[in-house]
Nanobody, 115 residues
């Protein structure tokens, strides 16, 4: 089993920055992928960014150039640096860890972008 816990959400003004963290623990074997998703009120959960344990990264078009995903393999941590935040980035952000064919989700952290 793998446990996933997100942190770092909060309220930020448009144009501001926020850094989310995700800590994974348990049976985390390689190869694995860690990623961020988000779900805004009334909308489906959408993929935001992902990173493999080898460091390959990918982003959705809506965040490319503004968000940066990174990870610390030694600590089983993944981060999402969010810059130039917009109101439409408001959502609950979830961390997902994929190990082999199993997906493990955190409980989510709220990000609100508002003046």
């Amino acid at each position: 089993q793998v446990q996933v816990v997100e942190s770092g959400g909060g309220l930020v003004q448009p144009g501001g920055s926020l850094r989310l963290s995700c800590a994974a623990s348990g049976s985390i074997f390689s190869p694995n992928t860690m990623g961020w998703y988000r779900q805004a009120p009334g909308k489906q959960r959408e993929w935001v960014a992902g990173i493999t344990n080898g460091g390959y990264t990918d982003y959705s078009d809506s965040v490319k150039g503004r968000f940066t995903i990174s990870r610390d393999n030694a600590k089983n941590m993944v981060y999402l640096q969010m810059n130039s935040l917009k109101a439409e980035d408001t959502a609950v952000y979830y961390c997902k860890v994929r190990v082999r064919i199993s997906d493990y989700w955190g409980q989510g952290t709220q990000v609100t972008v508002s003046s």
